[in-house]
């Protein structure tokens, strides 16, 4: 059930939340700040996490809906965060309708039987939230009830998913996928239509039952030269992007080592693109048309740098974005496990004190 927008006296229009003004590039005015959440940033690298996590697989936490509520909500009031991500994971559509797929500690999804042949089509059968993963909906649902800050819905981009469904458990060279791909364009067409639908279906029931905002991981894209990707891969999530389109909300983009696909993903029909460390904001931003907002992008693994180092990282992303209003601060990736959240605590700090957003040029001297 959506919760239905809060009325809002005409003479006193709500503001928008940083993140959905910055998903938009809208300026902020003076005293805005810059949003910023991270990616995973519920999870092992918080204490409170590890205390309430228990010890089965994540697909147990995720079917307890007051449990997955109290993990999204954990990091929003640790860090100060702008938003916050549903704690779910991108293999739960796939696990929920019967594929056989878990996901093992430490390594990540692992399938018993991996994706091979025509027939396994016949184990993707079409997703139907309400019965599927209700517990995914009352997770959702709590969190529209509780939240101070805009809930990210997401979903695997059909790539990523596929990759795990064909390689069976998390790969470096997707030899496997690739050899699909282009051994049997057919059925890889036909695996990633049903991989889009199934992302539709999920992405359309988190916005209602209470998200505003949706994030699509391709993490692994960036494994594809952009020929491939253009045609392989991009039909497949334009269309996701266009079956969500009509719900009005901020759709991100995101992969890792994606600098050769940045234009590409944009024109899959996003609104924010998500970069990881491997390109500077400023160089990211001629390679997306204007009016595409982005996202990121410290490198994570300088959580571990000293605290100089870090803060100077910190700041040389805000530089180069130069007071642009269409920046979500994040990561390039996930938090790692074993980052200290003090740490991300004294980014999102930095990042409010000292982030622009009201479209004027970063300060004097700064220019990269
Ligand atoms: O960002 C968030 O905090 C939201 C929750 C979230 C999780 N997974 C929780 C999770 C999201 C958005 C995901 C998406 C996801 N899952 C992706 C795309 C994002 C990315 O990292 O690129 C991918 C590739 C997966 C698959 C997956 N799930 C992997 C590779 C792993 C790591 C395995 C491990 O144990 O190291 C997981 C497990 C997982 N998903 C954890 C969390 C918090 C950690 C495991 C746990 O607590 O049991």
Redesign the pocket.
């Known amino acids: 059930m959506p919760n239905p927008p809060a009325p809002t006296p005409p003479d006193s229009p709500e503001p928008l939340p940083a993140f959905l003004r910055a998903c938009r590039g809208i300026p902020g005015g003076p005293g805005d700040r810059v949003p910023v959440w ?7 690298s918080l204490p409170e ?1 590890r205390s309430i ?1 228990g010890s089965g ?2 697909l147990e ?1 995720i079917a307890d809906p007051e449990l997955s509520a109290e ?2 909500l954990q ?1 929003v009031r640790r860090y100060g965060v702008d938003a916050a ?7 739960v559509p796939a696990a929920a309708i019967g594929f056989g797929v878990d ?7 692992v399938v018993e039987q991996p994706f091979e042949r025509t027939a396994d089509l016949e184990r993707l059968r079409p997703l139907e939230p309400e019965l599927d993963t209700p517990y995914v909906l009352e997770t959702v649902r709590i969190l529209a009830r509780e939240l101070t800050v805009p809930l990210i819905g ?1 979903a ?1 981009a059909p790539f ?1 998913v596929a990759s ?1 469904l064909i390689e069976g458990r ?1 790969s470096r060279t997707y030899t496997r996928t690739k050899a699909l791909m282009h051994g049997d364009p057919t059925l890889w067409h036909a695996l990633m239509e049903r991989l889009a639908e199934m992302a539709i279906v999920s992405l359309r029931s988190q916005i209602a039952n209470g998200a505003v905002a949706l ?1 699509i ?1 391709d ?2 894209a960036g494994a594809l030269a952009p020929p491939d990707y253009e045609r392989f891969v991009l039909p497949h999530s334009r269309r996701v992007f266009e079956g969500v389109a009509d719900l009005g909300v901020p759709r991100i983009h ?3 080592g994606t600098g050769e696909l940045l234009g590409l993903m944009a024109d899959a029909g996003a609104d924010v693109v998500g970069v990881d460390w491997r390109v500077p904001i400023d160089v990211a931003r001629t390679r997306v048309p204007a009016g595409i907002a982005l996202q990121g992008n410290l490198d994570p693994a300088l959580c571990f740098a000293p605290w100089e180092v870090t803060a100077e990282a910190t700041r040389d992303v805000l530089r180069r974005n130069a007071g642009h209003p269409g920046h979500i601060f994040n990561l390039g ?3 790692m ?1 074993e980052t200290d959240p003090g740490v991300l605590e004294r980014v999102v700090e930095l990042v409010h004190t000292e982030g622009r957003c009201d479209g004027t040029i970063a300060p004097e001297g700064s220019t990269p």
């Open positions: 991270f990616m995973r940033q519920a999870g092992r996490y996590r697989s994540i936490a993990i999204t990091p991500i549903l704690y779910s994971d991108i293999v996901v093992a500690p430490g390594i990540g999804p997401f695997g990523t795990y998390p994030q991981f993490s692994w995101f992969g890792v990736h996930g938090v496990p």
